[in-house]
């Protein structure tokens, strides 16, 4: 077996997606599972007696956990692009300054003429994230890599999904809750009522004259479906077939937000009737993972089944911070 700092780096490598030098991605999945059977005793089942706080292979997996979830929002899908993912040390807070955003005003003046008023350029406020133990069990996943039944990259998506599940909840319950009295914003960035394409351009406009960046629509599938043009190209037309809805609006980009059920239901998690206008590059939802993981294991014999269970756990946050001017259009 690789010495155990050598497998972290082959995990992680894995884990990133990056070539293991020797390796094919199949041989890294086979090797990885012969080296963690080797840590487990030779058995590819797991118990109290071989996974144990102490032992290399529990230690091994606390580590590398965090890693397989930090790594879960990377290169990931639409709602990704929109998240800032920041790591802080335990007991830290993480503390977003929004900007006032607005703009100095340049005065016209005689030369040697310095009587303008004088305008104050850090106008600011912060926000802080309150980070929360978002928790969850592994120990059926990991004796199923084990005994063969899944491979690593297998596990490691059933980790990271489950975790970016939770948190993107937690986002959408966050944007569903932005309203005029959100910190930074006003009735200028909240619109309602019945479609009115005028009123739409004028909400875009408002946020690419506060940001000076070019803005972009976001909506559920169904949300952005209702969105009407006057004057519709023949590509519009192809797009609205193919998507189900129009690729651009008057010049701005639309973008599809990917619907999500809130857990245990079939209700959806987003609002089909909101449409979000954000500037380009801005990503208004943050989220904070505070200090280091849990890994615990309880006394099997504290179950009445003599079921040993391990417990997960992340401190995480998740918060719409507002740095940046956006918008919200809520259809009736």
């Given at each position: 077996?690789?010495?155990?700092?050598?497998?972290?780096?082959?995990?992680?490598?894995?884990?990133?997606?990056?070539?293991?030098?020797?390796?094919?991605?199949?041989?890294?999945?086979?090797?990885?599972?012969?080296?963690?059977?080797?840590?487990?005793?030779?058995?590819?089942?797991?118990?109290?007696?071989?996974?144990?706080?102490?032992?290399?292979?529990?230690?091994?997996?606390?580590?590398?956990?965090?890693?397989?979830?930090?790594?879960?929002?990377?290169?990931?899908?639409?709602?990704?692009?929109?998240?800032?993912?920041?790591?802080?040390?335990?007991?830290?807070?993480?503390?977003?300054?929004?900007?006032?955003?607005?703009?100095?005003?340049?005065?016209?003046?005689?030369?040697?003429?310095?009587?303008?008023?004088?305008?104050?350029?850090?106008?600011?406020?912060?926000?802080?994230?309150?980070?929360?133990?978002?928790?969850?069990?592994?120990?059926?996943?990991?004796?199923?890599?084990?005994?063969?039944?899944?491979?690593?990259?297998?596990?490691?998506?059933?980790?990271?999904?489950?975790?970016?599940?939770?948190?993107?909840?937690?986002?959408?319950?966050?944007?569903?809750?932005?309203?005029?009295?959100?910190?930074?914003?006003?009735?200028?960035?909240?619109?309602?009522?019945?479609?009115?394409?005028?009123?739409?351009?004028?909400?875009?406009?408002?946020?690419?004259?506060?940001?000076?960046?070019?803005?972009?629509?976001?909506?559920?599938?169904?949300?952005?479906?209702?969105?009407?043009?006057?004057?519709?190209?023949?590509?519009?037309?192809?797009?609205?077939?193919?998507?189900?809805?129009?690729?651009?609006?008057?010049?701005?980009?639309?973008?599809?937000?990917?619907?999500?059920?809130?857990?245990?239901?079939n209700k959806f998690a987003l609002d089909n009737t909101k449409l979000y206008?954000?500037?380009?590059?801005?990503?208004?939802?943050?989220?904070?993972?505070?200090?280091?993981?849990?890994?615990?294991?309880?006394?099997?014999?504290?179950?009445?089944?003599?079921?040993?269970?391990?417990?997960?756990?992340?401190?995480?946050?998740?918060?719409?911070?507002?740095?940046?001017?956006?918008?919200?259009?809520?259809?009736?």
């Amino acid at each position: 077996m690789e010495d155990i700092t050598t497998l972290k780096s082959i995990m992680i490598n894995a884990i990133k997606r990056l070539p293991v030098e020797n390796y094919s991605e199949g041989q890294t999945s086979e090797a990885i599972r012969n080296a963690l059977i080797e840590l487990n005793g030779g058995s590819t089942k797991l118990n109290h007696k071989t996974f144990y706080r102490g032992s290399q292979l529990f230690a091994l997996v606390e580590e590398i956990i965090p890693t397989i979830i930090d790594e879960g929002f990377k290169d990931d899908d639409l709602l990704a692009g929109l998240i800032d993912y920041r790591n802080i040390p335990a007991g830290d807070e993480q503390s977003f300054e929004i900007e006032a955003n607005s703009l100095v005003v340049v005065a016209d003046s005689a030369d040697g003429v310095r009587g303008i008023r004088r305008q104050r350029i850090d106008n600011r406020d912060t926000l802080t994230v309150p980070t929360v133990m978002k928790t969850c069990r592994v120990y059926e996943d990991l004796s199923r890599l084990l005994a063969g039944k899944i491979d690593f990259n297998t596990l490691i998506d059933n980790v990271a999904k489950a975790y970016k599940e939770k948190v993107y909840q937690d986002a959408y319950a966050a944007l569903q809750a932005i309203s005029k009295d959100t910190l930074g914003l006003g009735s200028e960035y909240n619109k309602g009522g019945s479609y009115n394409e005028d009123e739409l351009l004028d909400l875009i406009e408002h946020v690419e004259a506060a940001t000076g960046k070019k803005a972009r629509i976001y909506g559920t599938k169904t949300a952005l479906r209702k969105i009407d043009l006057k004057d519709v190209s023949d590509h519009g037309k192809e797009d609205k077939y193919m998507l189900g809805y129009y690729g651009m609006f008057n010049g701005t980009e639309i973008i599809a937000m990917r619907q999500a059920h809130i857990p245990g239901t079939n209700k959806f998690a987003l609002d089909n009737t909101k449409l979000y206008v954000i500037a380009d590059g801005d990503k208004p939802i943050k989220v904070v993972n505070e200090g280091d993981s849990i890994l615990s294991e309880r006394d099997p014999f504290q179950n009445n089944d003599l079921t040993q269970e391990y417990f997960y756990g992340q401190s995480m946050g998740v918060a719409v911070v507002c740095a940046q001017k956006l918008g919200v259009y809520t259809l009736s």
